[in-house]
Nanobody, 119 residues
Framework: QVRLEESGGGLVQPGGSLRLSCAPH????????MGWDRQAPGNERELVAT???????NYAESVKGRFTIDRDNAKTTWSLQMNSLKPEDTAVYYC?????????????WGQGTQVTVSQ
């Protein structure tokens, strides 16, 4: 019933920046956490960053100091600011929501947006 929509992906040179955004559609009772995952071909899906409504954050070691997750509680939207991008960051990025909907708590993912870091 809940649908997530990512935006902001694209092609960027190493050292560049991109900002990804996620917007949910549907009725959400409780938001427990918002986040971003990524997956490159042949790799396991990786949890990149999470943020709670209170602002508590967690990051994968590979992106600490370079990526920043933020949220707008009023709109229930969240973003991922990616700086100092590396070719290793190339992946499909999925926004993620841990939420209670109609009395059931589970995770939701968007369709994904491609981020390519290359010359």
């Amino acid at each position: 019933q809940v649908r997530l929509e990512e935006s902001g992906g694209g092609l960027v040179q190493p050292g560049g920046s991109l900002r990804l955004s996620c917007a949910p559609h549907g009725m959400i009772s409780v938001v427990h956490a918002m986040g971003w995952d990524r997956q490159a071909p042949g790799n396991e899906r990786e949890l990149v960053a999470t943020i709670t409504p209170s602002g508590s954050t967690n990051y994968a070691e590979s992106v600490k100091g370079r990526f920043t997750i933020d949220r707008d509680n009023a709109k229930t939207t969240w973003s991922l600011q990616m700086n100092s991008l590396k070719p290793e960051d190339t992946a499909v990025y999925y926004c993620n929501l841990d939420a209670t909907v109609l009395g059931t708590r589970r995770n939701y993912w968007g369709q994904g947006t491609q981020v390519t870091v290359s010359q």
